[in-house]
């Protein structure tokens, strides 16, 4: 593409729409502006732990748990325990910290997780309704969660169900977890289910 010196730069679709950019963003009052751009990072930092919460699942399911313990703060926790006495019937229990998550990980998970095999799924977390309040560099979120197995006879079973608690954290940019509590609904460990 050749460019024709007799051709204005803002007589172009282009330089007029750039023109009309640059008026408009003009036009707005600056606390319209400010308000405008914190309304944007509100929703950026709403997409960015979507993201997070879709990490979170994808690293569980694939046995991932170096990757999913890094998605915890550094005084990150994980439980599946009842607050406030934590007690966790048939529960995996509390850590704190990537390195106290990996271990738990691992100690509860690991030695039954078979290594990824994206040909050969046989179970996986269904992680749903999302919300998510952000208040600067601190958030909470809630969502639901379904784990389905395959049966011997290849149908999909849901498994398990339960929500998700969470209170998260900016911490070098990057959201992490900073509490995440991991309850059953159904089935309920803590109840006959009457």
């Known amino acids: 593409?050749?460019?024709?010196?007799?051709?204005?730069?803002t007589g172009?679709?282009?330089?007029?729409?750039?023109?009309l950019a640059a008026c408009a963003?003009?036009?707005?009052?600056v606390h319209a502006q400010s308000s405008l751009e914190a309304r944007l990072q509100k929703v950026e930092a709403q997409q960015e732990i979507g993201d997070l919460l879709v990490e979170y699942g994808h690293d569980l399911d694939t046995g991932n748990f170096i990757a999913y313990s890094n998605l915890f703060a550094r005084?990150?926790?994980?439980t599946d325990c009842v607050p406030p006495l934590h007690?966790?019937?048939?529960?995996?229990?509390w850590a704190k910290s990537p390195a106290g998550i990996l271990a738990l990980m691992k100690k509860a998970?690991?030695?039954r997780a078979r290594p990824y095999d994206p040909q050969h799924i046989r179970s996986f977390h269904l992680d749903t309704n999302f919300s998510i309040q952000v208040h600067g560099d601190h958030a909470t979120a809630t969502s639901k969660w379904t784990f389905f197995v395959?049966?011997?006879?290849?149908k999909l079973v849901p498994s398990l169900s339960g929500y998700y608690d969470d209170e998260l954290v900016r911490e070098d940019g990057k959201w992490k977890f900073l509490h995440r509590v991991a309850l059953h609904a159904i089935p309920n460990p803590t109840s006959s289910g009457k």
């Open 109 to 111: 998970i690991g030695g």
């Open 87 to 93: 007690q966790c019937p048939g529960g995996i229990g």
């Open 1 to 9: 593409m050749r460019f024709d010196a007799s051709l204005k730069r």
């Open 25 to 29: 963003i003009c036009a707005f009052p």
């Open 12 to 19: 172009t679709p282009l330089g007029a729409a750039a023109a």
């Open 150 to 154: 395959r049966s011997e006879d290849n």
């Open 75 to 78: 005084d990150g926790t994980w």
